[in-house]
């Protein structure tokens, strides 16, 4: 279960959507979430790795790099 509070706004825009449209807030809370939360992954998991480049933690490679180490060059 997760509770949050919403600025009234927010919270008066759901509500008309939901009234207008028949279905409930918790159903297009919930379709925002899943809808952003595969980008606020991937936004935090490149802000992780580019930290750990600068960090020198990491190595980049350059497309010839992958290509050779593929097996892709011809």
């Known amino acids: 279960m997760l509770a949050i ?8 825009r759901l509500s008309d959507l939901a009234k207008s449209t ?4 918790t159903y297009y809370v919930r379709e925002a979430i899943l809808e952003y939360l595969d980008d606020l992954e991937d936004i935090y998991l490149a802000e992780k790795r580019l930290g750990a ?13 992958v290509e ?3 097996g892709l060059v011809d």
């Open 5 to 12: 509070r919403l600025p009234s706004e927010i919270e008066k």
């Open 53 to 65: 480049h600068y960090a020198g933690r990491s190595r980049t490679y350059t497309l010839d790099e």
């Open 68 to 70: 050779r180490d593929l």
């Open 22 to 25: 028949g279905r409930t807030k």
